[in-house]
């Protein structure tokens, strides 16, 4: 079965910072991975995503974030946080069959002190 | 592209009643369309799977009499939570994926359910 695990359920960091929010998977097979973030009250939006290829995925809003398979991990980063990027960020896998499910990790809210 | 609209936004309801939520792709049709449930300050739990013209696929522990989830046409997706009760008051995310890019899914904005 697959899982995802986000460390830190809350990153604080100061404007102008780098920012890096951390993501690991549990999968027989390397899964798609991606990085959706929520506005408050709001649905979510697609970061990134990395299904095959150059494992260093850029996204939106000057996030990028890198597959390393050997460490199960997909970490976020940016290099200079911007008092807009505060929100909720969540990853999530899915599986490379038909279904196309997404599981998502708990989360990590994201601080950003001017 | 890729647009997601959900409706209501926010409703309020009594218990015992049941409320409709509906999922629409604006600008696509959607392959499959997904539903998932939030609770306050925590991740997106999958309810269901659902395409056009077929029956959904629960999620385990879903209840299929209750969350009861129609898909009439590509671009159309609508969620009944019948005889709600106050632990139904959730936050409730619909997405869809489209035949080009099923490994993506769009996103709507929400619908914020309260049961008194």
């Known amino acids: 079965a697959q899982s995802v695990t986000q460390l830190g359920s809350h990153v604080s960091v100061s404007e102008g910072a780098l920012v890096l929010l951390r993501c690991n998977y549990s999968s027989s097979v390397p899964p798609y991975l991606f990085w959706y973030v929520q506005y408050p009250n709001q649905g979510l939006q697609l970061l990134l995503k990395y299904t095959t290829g150059a494992t260093l995925v850029k996204g939106i809003n000057g996030f990028e974030a890198e597959f390393k398979k050997s460490e199960t991990s997909f970490h976020l980063t940016k290099p200079s946080a911007h008092m807009s990027d505060a929100a909720e960020y969540f990853c999530a896998v899915s599986g490379r069959d038909s279904s196309y499910k997404l599981i998502f990790g708990s989360g990590t809210r994201l601080l950003v002190r001017p | 592209g890729a647009v997601v609209s959900q409706h209501p936004s926010r409703v309020i309801c009594k218990s015992g009643t049941s409320v409709k939520i509906e999922c629409r792709s604006l600008?696509?049709?959607?392959?499959?369309m997904f539903w998932y449930r939030q609770f306050p300050k925590q991740s997106l739990m999958l309810m269901a799977t659902?395409?056009?013209?077929?029956?959904?696929?629960?999620e385990q522990g879903v209840e299929k009499d209750k969350f009861l989830i129609n898909h009439a046409s590509l671009t159309l997706s609508t969620l009944t939570v019948t005889s709600a009760h106050p632990e139904d008051s959730s936050f409730y995310i619909c997405?869809?994926?489209?035949?080009?890019?099923?490994?993506?899914?769009?996103f709507g904005p929400g619908t914020r359910l309260t049961v008194l």
């Open positions: 600008d696509f049709q959607a392959t499959t």
């Open positions: 997405s869809a994926d489209r035949l080009q890019t099923r490994d993506t899914q769009y």
């Open positions: 659902s395409n056009e013209g077929s029956k959904a696929t629960y």
